[in-house]
């Protein structure tokens, strides 16, 4: 089956500096990869998401990078705000019959004022 | 939109009892409903996917007959937790999802803010 494996599992940052988190999965026939932010006690929130056959793309400060051939995408948050400190998962999904989602193990965020 | 809603948030039973947690999509009917259990401070780990009509498909090492799931309608899945015992004491969260877009759809899944299952 599928395996996400995510680096790095804290991060810390202070405010306004950029924040990289990366991914890489095993299976090439992964075409649907959403970045999820979780904060205490809360629910996962779907944040950007990325499929196959895009390289890039752009939300405001956040952005996600896939590169097929590595089989591996980014996380890149720019100007953190202590807002953006939270749990973060990546996931990917192979499509099919249940589009069941396989996710990274995550990355605390810590953004210091 | 994509509201879903997990009840209860939090329930604490004895040991040997069954809880009942249900899972509702409140503003769209979702094709598929998924079950996840989350330790502290770790990964959100599938046990099963549900279809509406059919029986689950649980992950490998999810015993079926501790945890049932049912999904009668295209907005209501429950996770029934039998006879309950300490080590089943976990976060459990669901989500929901239905394919959008179309030609080249994705399967958004949007979470239920979980329940705390503590047993004693």
């Known amino acids: 089956g599928e395996n996400v494996e995510q680096h790095p599992s804290t991060l810390s940052v202070q405010e306004g500096d950029s924040a990289v988190i990366k991914c890489t999965y095993s299976?090439?026939?992964?075409?649907?990869f959403p970045w999820y932010k979780q904060e205490l006690g809360k629910r996962p929130q779907l944040i950007i998401d990325?499929?196959?056959?895009?390289g890039e793309k752009k939300d405001q400060r956040i952005a996600v990078t896939l590169n097929k051939t590595a089989k591996h995408f980014s996380l890149h948050i720019t100007e953190t705000q202590p807002e953006d400190s939270a749990v973060y998962f990546c996931?990917?999904?192979?499509?099919?019959?249940?589009?069941?989602?396989?996710f990274g193990k995550g990355t605390l965020l810590t953004v210091n004022p | 939109g994509a509201v879903v809603s997990q009840h209860p948030s939090w329930v604490i039973c004895k040991s040997g009892t069954s809880v009942k947690i249900e899972c509702r999509s409140l503003?769209?009917?979702?094709?598929?409903m998924f079950w996840y259990r989350q330790f502290p401070k770790q990964s959100l780990m599938l046990m099963a996917t549900?279809?509406?009509?059919?029986?689950?498909?649980?992950e490998q090492g999810v015993e079926k007959d501790k945890f049932l799931i049912n999904h009668a309608s295209l907005t209501l899945s429950t996770l029934t937790v039998t006879s309950a015992h300490p080590e089943d004491s976990s976060f459990y969260i669901c989500?929901?999802?239905?394919?959008?877009?179309?030609?080249?759809?994705?399967?958004?899944?949007?979470f239920g803010a979980g329940t705390r299952l503590s047993v004693l």
């Open positions: 996931a990917a999904s192979i499509g099919g019959s249940n589009y069941k989602l396989t």
């Open positions: 299976d090439s026939a992964s075409n649907y």
């Open positions: 990325i499929r196959s056959n895009v």
């Open positions: 989500s929901a999802s239905w394919l959008a877009g179309g030609l080249g759809s994705k399967n958004i899944q949007y």
């Open positions: 503003d769209f009917q979702a094709t598929t």
């Open positions: 549900s279809n509406e009509g059919s029986k689950a498909t649980y």
